[in-house]
């Protein structure tokens, strides 16, 4: 069954829909380019999308909805930001904005970040997945990391085919580039990948100038890296076999529960799939427990354990660095 092409039709976008519900990844077509989709609000599928893109770190994904009112659960939108979702909606425009604290929309697909990229897609056969499904999708374009976008469903088959349940085949893309993404979280927009729609376009709706995020002075590595992840107030220590118990412990696998300010399994049966879905909340608690000290026991460094111990290793340097 994995990484089988069907037609987009009315019954496999059904049997899609149903599969997204059950936690499983499907590819399909937007009119940009082809996305790795999975329910956002299911933290163990948005894992699975890291693991099958192959990437070692974790970069926010963009959730997709069917309009505004689907967005509004999950982000903040300021005056400007529904401007551009009445000029640009449903298109090729990702808008990042704070994340609405009561969301179900899993941690992970910020990647711990207090913000959200969201868009609305405008393709047939994303809108009525969407609408199957009954759930906002995760979903990066359906390529590997490093590779590139996918405009044709043999190309998701031939890159990543073996990592979705299904690849819903809607033909060739319209567009063939991806999304423009502009964020809206800071003093003024700023555009952080340019894309289908252009920049002058959007100066155009906004009346003024899309500051290039190269002059907004953050050292970032990638859009949303970074500069503005989650860092916790309490210091971090890594690979520890041993602890006090004024610290709070973020475990992984068989690990005995001794003494600790708090405690936490990533996960007990050593699923790095479960791990990376509960990184971020586990963090959280951690340093909400007030203890000055989180101690994480060693996770291993295969599959989607690199890019936890990436961000682990993120979250244990010295602040300046982060
Ligand atoms: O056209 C597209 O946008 C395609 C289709 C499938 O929708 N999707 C796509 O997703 O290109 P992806 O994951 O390959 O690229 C998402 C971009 C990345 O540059 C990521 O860093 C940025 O959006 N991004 C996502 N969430 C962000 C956030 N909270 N803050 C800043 N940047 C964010
Ligand atoms: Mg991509």
Known sequence: MKGRIVPANKEWIAEAGQMIRAGALVAF???????LGADATNGEAVARIFDAKGRPTFNPLIVHVLGLEQALIIGVFSPIARQLTEAFWPGPLTLVVSRVAT???SDLVSAGLTTIALRSPDHPVARALLAEAHRPLAAPSANRSGHVSATRAEHVGEDI????????????TFLGLESTVVSLVGDVPVLLRPGAVTAEAIEEVIGGR??????TGKRLTSPGQLASHYA????LRLNAYD????EAILAFGAIPQ???HAFINLSESGDLVEAAANLFAALRALDA??????????IPPNGLGEAINDRLRRAAAPRDQL
């Open 29 to 35: 077509p937007t009119e940009t380019v082809y996305g």
């Open 258 to 260: 001794r003494p600790a």
């Open 161 to 172: 085919g073996d990592k979705a349940a299904l690849i819903l085949d809607g033909g060739q």
């Open 243 to 246: 602890w006090q118990p004024d």
């Open 103 to 105: 969301s179900d929309v």
């Open 210 to 215: 899309l500051a290039r995020h190269e002059e």
């Open 289 to 298: 427990s007030g203890a000055m000290s989180i101690a994480a026991t060693p």
């Open 232 to 235: 916790p107030r309490a210091h």
